[in-house]
């Protein structure tokens, strides 16, 4: 499952670098931009949601071992 974790926060990353070159940052908030700031804030959630899902994995190996 950590492979899968670690696939999942490189998809991500590879997702904000390709809407990062859709953004219009003259007029952010009209058109195809707004779609890509929507998928760049996804991206980051995906990032944060497996990191936290690892760390927890984390916790709970050192709670099992004690």
């Given amino acids: ?3 899968f ?3 999942v ?4 990353v590879i997702l904000i670098a390709f809407n990062l ?3 219009n940052f003259n007029s952010p908030f009209e058109g195809n931009s707004s779609v890509a700031l ?3 804030v996804s991206g980051f959630c ?3 949601l497996m990191l936290i ?4 994995k ?3 190996n050192k709670t099992k071992n004690h």
């Fill in 1 to 3: 499952m950590k492979i």
């Fill in 5 to 7: 974790s670690i696939i």
């Fill in 9 to 12: 926060i490189v998809l991500a």
């Fill in 21 to 23: 070159t859709k953004v």
């Fill in 38 to 40: 929507i998928g760049i």
């Fill in 46 to 48: 995906a990032i944060i």
């Fill in 53 to 56: 899902y690892l760390i927890s």
């Fill in 58 to 60: 984390k916790i709970e």
